[in-house]
């Protein structure tokens, strides 16, 4: 199974803006005044990049019927599978939940490609219990392997369904950040780790459970992967908020902000251009309001073609 695309969906804000549903434990957050068109020229210019580097990118444009600040961020909702699956996640924020829309289905159709069946975890949310899509959970699908970091937005027994349903091995632990002094949970796997075809970005340093970090570096290693190892300052860069596609010549890139990229350093660099091209984009509005990086703004389309 090819764990690359070269086709991704992205959502084109309405309203961006500051959610303070997500504030309460995305400490990345901070409260801007005046966002939104900053935030769309910031969209645009990514969605731009994206395609001069020859990325198939699929534009839904977001109304105005629902107050929906982070729609900017779709990967969270919403996964799209070989098989055809489509995957419905539950969302902690209220405000987040608005962001499934059935229209999206549709546009996917239209654009050409095959949905066979929606599976949908959201009522879930019904019970409290959350798993945020490809935020939460990291997957290595050469190998059918799934990485989890727990929180209130990534929940254990979900996550070990979600394993058991599309036949992925699971890999769950901890990780966590330091906030005023003390150790918090971070939100979601995607902003300390990102997977690659050859190579995994991840902050070891985060993982503080000695069990767990051997866990998930023996299983990385066992699939025969390279570490590029990042710290907790340029996690708070985005440095983990990563995501490698495709291009239409068939090469790797690896998908970045440009704060990102400009964390790295010299070493790392060298270590993931072994492998793929790097290129980035300048989102600064949309990452300190929205808490949010690149690796966010994309949700993967592995679903077969009409």
């Known amino acids: ?13 309405y309203d961006f803006g500051y959610n303070k549903q997500t504030s309460y434990d995305n400490y990345y957050q901070k409260l801007l005044p005046n966002t ?24 839904f444009l977001d109304d105005n019927l629902n107050h929906t600040p982070d729609s900017v961020f779709p990967n969270n909702w919403i996964s799209l599978h070989h098989t055809g ?44 219990i959350f798993l945020e899509g490809t935020g939460s959970i990291i997957l290595d699908r050469k190998n059918k392997i799934a990485y989890c970091s727990v929180s209130k937005r990534s929940n254990e027994d979900l996550f070990f369904k979600f394993c058991k349903d599309f036949e992925f091995l699971p890999i769950i632990f901890s990780s966590f950040q330091s906030v005023n002094n003390k150790r918090l949970p971070i939100y979601h796997t995607n902003v300390m780790m990102c997977l ?46 990563m995501l490698e596609l495709i291009n239409d010549k068939g090469e790797s890139v690896l998908i ?33 309001c929205g808490g949010g990086s690149a690796r966010c703004m994309m949700t993967e389309i592995f679903l077969p073609k009409k």
């Open 85 to 128: 699956e489509v995957c419905l996640f539950p969302m902690l924020a209220r405000n987040r939940r608005l962001e499934r829309k059935p229209e999206v289905f549709s546009f996917l159709e239209v654009n050409g490609f095959l949905i066979d069946r929606v599976i949908d975890y959201s009522h879930y949310e019904l019970e409290n």
């Open 1 to 13: 199974m090819n764990e690359r695309t070269n086709s991704i969906l992205m959502v084109r804000p």
């Open 36 to 59: 939104s068109l900053q935030a769309l020229k910031e969209f645009d210019q990514m969605v731009d990049t994206l395609r001069n580097n020859g990325i198939d990118v699929h534009v």
């Open 256 to 288: 970045m902000s440009k704060r990102a990229k400009n964390s790295l350093n010299e070493k790392q660099i060298k270590l993931i251009t072994k492998y793929s091209k790097i290129i980035s984009s300048d989102i600064q509005t949309i990452e300190e």
């Open 196 to 241: 690659a075809s050859d190579y995994v970005v991840i902050c070891l340093d985060s993982i503080d459970n000695k069990n767990h970090k051997k866990l998930v570096i023996d299983s990385i290693k066992k699939s025969g992967k390279e570490l590029v190892e990042i710290n907790e300052s340029q996690v708070e860069n985005f440095a983990g908020n």
